[in-house]
């Protein structure tokens, strides 16, 4: 027997890949901060559990292949509330905002094409190309920058006949970054001017920490017909596990091409649909607490990074993660080093090795990406943790 080349060069999640050594770990009773996947500690808001306990029908059934009109209408309502006017016929719903991407990259590529992606980027988005046959172009973005983009004449050179869309998450996954409206104008720019396809992964849209305004790709009527907006209930209202998002795209061609991918899958969950559209009706001050609360996380893991010799970072704008370069020889090293023999007091703490977040080879060896989804008490361990862990692993390079 042999198995498709395709699936042999899927890369594993550098998010999920260390996760047996974890295991091994728990087994010997060490506890693990975990700070490696962005798995929020939030409580769910409880009109997810309780729509869940009306459901009354006594046939668990198929639901239609565009997501039930409940939960779209729901998403409607809320994308008019921050000012992106949208229809019934605008809204895919997904299996999570992972299947809206794989939809996406899909749709947008054949076998050789390519799609521009600033770099480091979310893993999974090298996996859906990976599994489309297209090829990732890098738009390197760096620490010392804030992780912003280079300047537009720089990532138009990179532009090649086979590219087809660009992708990027906004505010980053794993960078924290909040594009400007500068530079949303470039991106803007770039698919006018080389007719390209813009995937705007949004699902941390509500995890913004800065004063000015967040903008959205939605807001842009240049893109109207060239935007695909990925989103998610998973981070907004911390239901990772409803596995409940959408596609969002006024292109009818996308859409309908779309329709086909959500069909051959037959229909999201139906109970989870259910609960997500209670979830939209959570009130708005939930959201702003969770915000509040991840803000002062994000200063707890920034300044406490900070303190630590030897390690580079900025602090991120947006989201729940951070990029942190560590004075090691090689970072994935270092998070099996802290799992298999490191622990004080019987805790230790799990990173993400961030070389699988880039594209070009030899980026991101030394560095690791951090989800500040812990409490504040736990993250100031977690912190001091890691600084002992540097100054005892035997590849340090201070
Ligand atoms: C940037 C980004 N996009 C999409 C997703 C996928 O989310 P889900 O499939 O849970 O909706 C994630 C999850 O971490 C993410 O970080």
Partial sequence: MSFSERSRSLPASPIRRLEPFAEETRARGIRIYPLHIGQPDIETPGLFFESLRKFSSRTLAYGRSHGELGLIDKIVEYYGK?????????????????????????????????????????????????LATAGIIPVTTRAEDGFHLPPGNEINKLIKPSTRAILLSHPGNPTGVVYTKKEIETITDLAVEHDLLLIADEVYREFVYMDEPYLSFGKVDRLRDRLVIVDSVSKRYSACGARIGCLVSRNREFMSLALKHCQSRGSSPTLEQVGAAALYETPDSYLEAVNQEYRKRRDILFDGLNGIPGIICKKPEGAFYIMAKLPVDDAEKFIIWMLQEF???????????????????????????MAYVLNEEDLKKAVGILANGISAYPGKTL
Avoid at 87 to 100: D, F, K, Q, W, Y
Wanted: net charge negative; glycine share 10%; hydrophobic share 40%.
């Fill in 82 to 130: 921050i000012g992106i006017p949208l229809e019934r016929e605008n809204i895919l719903v997904t299996n999570g905002g992972s299947e809206a991407l794989n939809f996406a990259v899909n749709i947008a590529c054949d076998p050789g094409d390519s799609i521009l992606v600033p770099e480091p980027f979310y893993p999974a988005y090298a996996a859906f190309a990976s």
């Fill in 343 to 369: 622990a004080v007091n019987g805790e230790t703490v799990m990173a993400s090795p961030a070389e699988g977040f880039y594209a070009t080879p030899g980026l991101g060896k030394s560095e690791i990406r």
